[in-house]
């Protein structure tokens, strides 16, 4: 035992010191010979329904290698067959048989194989299928690695080209072009965004751009939506979107999106911190078509992009001797002006001052995302399983608390729990009927089992009762075509109806962190839905919960307030919401946020 020990020891060594599959196989062939007394050792590997010999060494080398057998007969762990006596062990990776290690020799002369054979051979299999596995995870980690540095090397190449430059239409340019360089797309584009509008300046693949495309305008509308967000946004399946901001852009560019073939897109808003200048857009008409790693090279190509488009804007913006000149010229020729229109000009500046310093009314904070949800929201799920027989209330019902809504299939429940009664008034009457001939053993079996009988039944009342499925809270039935729930199997827990209140509705949206500061409770929030442009709604916020809802780069704070319906506001819909703040006036608002980030900068310097 402890030389066998000893060698399979050494074998096991020399089989993980190799990461190739096929010396593997070669090498735990050699070992089969050397720990077990057999004339032939051979590997087969699954194909279909049957097993294929790949590689054999021995005496039956040249007959056995290429031949294919039913799987059955290499299934046994010891078979004895024309006079030789087989011993086969599997060799697994990763739970899954992926090989047969087999050994045979002269049943006449050698015998059948002993248990402890048995055990070396497998073992050695368990070896060999660790082996290999630790030789897929080693081929696992180097292709990993060669993608790495290969992506490394393609934003490498990309960050030279787009900084070799500070023309702003080359950056752009190049910046599109050299995406596909990181993964495949069937759209992709790059444009500035200002006031809320974004300009298309350059199109993968296209050497200019045709501003009266239509399919380019849906693309910028698109694109100024997402640059609006301030965030990466990824819209993996058009036609099923995985998340409430997926769901919005469905609602609002669905058709755009089909009719311009766009099942899938990734929005990459260009943005510092100074703001956002641009976005960066790739669509195809495949679902999913970035990987969450493309998706992060992509994310980095937009941040190289940023920087760059930055540095050009800049370099636009140099020649400031001209305008310097400009000013001094404008000086001169106030100065030059009659004394009388000099003190127009003043008392006009004076009053300009006053109107922009004295003037204030409340700063509007824009809200990110508003979308209106029922005010107090009950789901209606049923306790058993069964089938719904019954629907008793229809999309927009209005239902009170512990009304009956749907009513499931109780036909087999009912006649069980007559089974189940009937059951224990024979209990029953056995109990009385050994009382009566005085065996109290038999009396007290009996009454037992009609406790038991009874405990079912009251089991299945209450089961019975379940059938009837009831509404927890008053409302109004919010789930669309509620009677098309007739005839379907439910398990238990599975939503049936959505039940809200909807003469007051729920507000909610984000606001930046610059501007969460400013928003109290009781605020007033004017808000526009797309089904009536024309009318303003109000409502008061009511909770400013603590926790950010982006991410470390851009985090946003939640806002909730209560808006009445008014009879034509519906949970789902989306809002352009304002909150309105403490009073502001016009110079306030305008050196708002350069004093903002003056402050910020001076801090940096100094503490």
């Not at 593997?24 to 699954?46: D, E, F």
């Not at 990824?234 to 560019?253: G, K, L, N, W």
């Not at 007033?524 to 909770?543: E, H, I």
Request: glycine share 8%; aromatic share 4%; with cysteine.
């Amino acid at each position: 035992m402890t030389l066998a020990a000893d060698a399979l020891h050494d074998i096991t060594l020399e089989l993980f010191a190799a990461d190739d599959p096929g010396a593997i196989a070669g090498k735990l062939l050699h070992a089969a010979m050397q720990l077990l007394p057999v004339r032939t050792a051979s590997i087969w590997i699954p194909a279909g329904g049957s097993f294929e010999c790949r590689g054999a060494t021995g005496e039956e080398t040249e007959r056995l290698t290429g031949t294919r057998v039913d799987a059955a007969s290499l299934t046994d762990s010891v078979i004895v067959e024309g006079g030789t006596a087989h011993l086969s062990a599997g060799l697994a990776v990763g739970g899954q048989l992926v090989a047969l290690l087999r050994v045979s020799r002269p049943f006449s002369v050698d015998g059948g194989f002993t248990d402890v054979e048995q055990e070396r051979l497998r073992r050695l299999a368990e070896i060999g299928g660790a082996a290999m596995a630790n030789a897929k995870r080693i081929a696992t980690s180097e292709r990993a690695a060669t993608d790495s540095a290969r992506d490394l090397g393609v934003l490498t190449d990309v960050s030279r080209e787009i900084t070799s430059t500070l023309d702003l239409d080359r950056v752009l340019r190049s910046v599109v072009n050299l995406a596909a360089r990181l993964f495949r797309f069937d759209r992709g584009a790059i444009g500035l965004y200002e006031r809320g509008a974004c300009d298309i300046r350059a199109v993968a693949g296209a050497d200019a751009v045709d501003a009266r495309d239509p399919k380019l305008k849906d693309l910028a509308v698109r694109a100024a939506w997402a640059a609006g967000r301030g965030e990466r946004f990824y819209i993996s399946d058009r036609s099923d979107p995985a998340s409430d901001a997926e769901r919005t852009f469905v609602q609002i560019f669905g058709a755009d999106l089909e009719r311009d073939d766009a099942a899938s897109g990734l929005y990459l808003p260009l943005k510092d911190d100074e703001g956002i200048v641009g976005i960066l857009l790739f669509e195809a008409s495949r679902s999913e078509f970035a990987t969450p790693r493309q998706r992060e090279l992509a994310e980095i190509l937009a941040n190289q992009a940023t920087v760059a488009v930055r540095n050009a804007q800049l370099y636009r913006s140099l020649p400031m001797a001209d305008t310097l000149g400009a000013l001094a010229a404008r000086k001169e020729a106030m100065l030059a002006l009659p004394r009388q229109r000099l003190v127009r000009y003043m008392v006009s500046a004076v009053l300009t001052i006053a109107a922009l310093t004295l003037i204030r009314w409340p700063l509007r904070v824009s809200g990110i995302d508003p979308i209106f949800r029922s005010l107090s929201q009950q789901e209606v799920r049923p306790t058993i399983a069964g089938v719904v027989d019954r629907v008793l209330v229809q999309e927009g019902s209005a239902v009170t608390r512990g009304a009956a809504v749907a009513h499931l299939r109780d036909d087999e429940l009912r006649a069980e729990r007559d089974g189940a009664a009937a059951a224990v008034l024979a209990a029953e009457r056995a109990a009385s009927m050994a009382a009566a001939r005085n065996d109290a053993a038999d009396e007290q079996l009996q009454r037992m089992r009609a406790d038991v009988l009874r405990r079912d039944v009251d089991v299945l009342d209450e089961q019975l009762g379940a059938t009837t499925i009831r509404s927890a809270i008053a409302g109004v039935v919010l789930t669309p075509r509620a009677e098309e729930r007739m005839g379907i199997h439910v398990d238990p827990g599975q939503l049936l109806f959505v039940i809200g209140r909807t003469d007051s509705l729920e507000l909610d949206f984000a606001v930046d962190q610059s501007d969460i500061a400013l928003v109290q409770l009781g605020d007033v929030v004017r808000l526009r839905v797309d089904a009536l442009p024309q009318r303003t709604f109000s409502g008061r916020v009511v909770a400013l919960p603590p926790l950010s809802l982006g991410n470390a780069d851009a985090p946003r704070f939640p806002v909730r307030a209560v808006v009445a319906s008014e009879g034509v506001l519906r949970p789902g819909m989306t809002a352009y919401a304002r909150v309105l703040t403490t009073p502001a006036s016009v110079l306030g608002r305008l050196a708002r946020a350069p004093l903002r980030a003056a402050r910020l900068f001076w801090w940096r310097i100094w503490s």
